[in-house]
């Protein structure tokens, strides 16, 4: 089991940068696939990035490629969504998530463990 705790949401402006954490309890962080997600009113929630256990891998939506930078610190139980540029369409509750399963995943079902999410609000 894992416990996800994401901080570093907020209200902001088109065009600035937030850097969201997920800061995860338990001994095997290191061993889950790590990625981010994120779920606007009335929509799906989509994934949003992924990173492998030994950060040799990530991957993006192509909807926030070039602007988005996911990371991890597996000695602080951490991970990071750096994001760039904001647009109002970023604006969503932006979820951390665990996956046990090798491998990254674009899947939602694919992981196993969630946060409680933290919200983005971008204003035009």
């Known amino acids: 089991q894992v416990q996800l705790v994401e901080s570093g949401g907020g209200l902001v402006q088109a065009g600035d940068s937030l850097r969201l954490s997920c800061a995860a309890s338990?001994?095997?962080?290191?061993?889950?696939?790590m990625g981010w997600f994120r779920q606007a009113p009335g929509k799906e929630r989509e994934f949003v990035a992924a990173?492998?256990?030994?950060?040799?891998?990530?991957l993006y939506a192509d909807s926030v490629k070039g602007r988005f930078t996911i990371s991890r610190d597996n000695a602080k139980n951490t991970v990071y969504l750096q994001i760039l540029s904001l647009k109002p369409e970023d604006t969503a509750v932006y979820y951390c998530?665990?996956?046990?399963?090798?491998?990254?995943?674009?899947?939602?079902?694919?992981?196993?463990?969630w946060g409680q999410g933290t919200q983005v609000t971008v204003s035009s």
């Open positions: 990173i492998n256990v030994d950060r040799g891998r990530t």
């Open positions: 998530a665990a996956r046990v399963s090798v491998g990254v995943t674009t899947n939602k079902l694919g992981y196993a463990y």
């Open positions: 338990g001994r095997n962080f290191g061993s889950y696939v």
